[in-house]
């Protein structure tokens, strides 16, 4: 499985277009698994916030 497709496996758990036990399956992927794909992209949200909100700059 791809970064693209596991980005997008956990997209659709967070919209709730599916959840994680059926996403499993659907994927022949352990429950586990899935589990520690969305920890992993969590985890790349807070390491690189910048990269997804947009860049406020104050002026002196």
């Keep these: 499985m791809t970064a693209k497709h596991k980005a997008s496996l956990v997209l659709d758990i967070i919209k709730g277009n599916?959840?994680?036990?059926?996403?499993?399956?659907?994927?022949?992927?352990t429950i586990i698994g899935v589990?520690?794909?969305?920890?992993?992209m969590e985890n790349q949200l807070k390491?690189?916030?910048?990269?997804?909100?947009?860049?406020?700059?104050?002026r002196d």
């Design 35 to 40: 589990a520690d794909a969305m920890a992993g």
């Design 47 to 58: 390491a690189r916030p910048k990269d997804i909100a947009p860049t406020v700059r104050i």
């Design 18 to 29: 599916t959840t994680v036990a059926q996403a499993a399956r659907d994927y022949d992927l």
